[in-house]
Nanobody
Framework: QLQASGGGLVQAGGSLRLSCAAS????????MGWFRQAPGKEREFVSG????????VYVDSVKGRFTISRSNAKNTVYLQMNSLKPEDTAVYYC????????????????WGQGTQVTVSS
């Protein structure tokens, strides 16, 4: 089970940190990803991190602004979002998969419930 939290309303240029807590499984065995979905748009890959946190990947639009990290001791993955823009407004989802890094949402096995991020201009 994945539980995402940390969303909210923030002004452009502000920051938020999303968290995704996992339970019931061996967290360190899973590659983790963050996706987002804005109204009327398809689900979009944002960032991913491999099992030990050594490898990360980002969509171009968030590079240099967002940072993904994980704590296997706390069974949690984080997404630090800085310099937020109105176009970052979406529901953000965390997801887990047993294989390596992937940006394709259909390759993720488990999903959290989503947390709303709204960035005002």
């Amino acid at each position: 089970q994945l539980q995402a939290s940390g969303g909210g309303l923030v002004q452009a240029g502000g920051s938020l940190r999303l968290s995704c807590a996992a339970s019931g499984r061996t967290f360190s065995s899973y590659t983790m990803g963050w996706f987002r979905q804005a109204p009327g748009k398809e689900r979009e890959f944002v960032s991913g991190i491999n099992r030990n946190g050594a490898d990360t990947v980002y969509v171009d639009s968030v590079k240099g602004r967002f940072t993904i990290s994980r704590s296997n001791a706390k069974n949690t993955v984080y997404l630090q979002m800085n310099s937020l823009k109105p176009e970052d407004t979406a529901v953000y989802y965390c997801a887990a998969r047993t294989m390596g890094l992937s940006s394709y949402y259909l390759q993720y096995d488990y999903w959290g419930q989503g947390t709303q991020v709204t960035v005002s201009s």
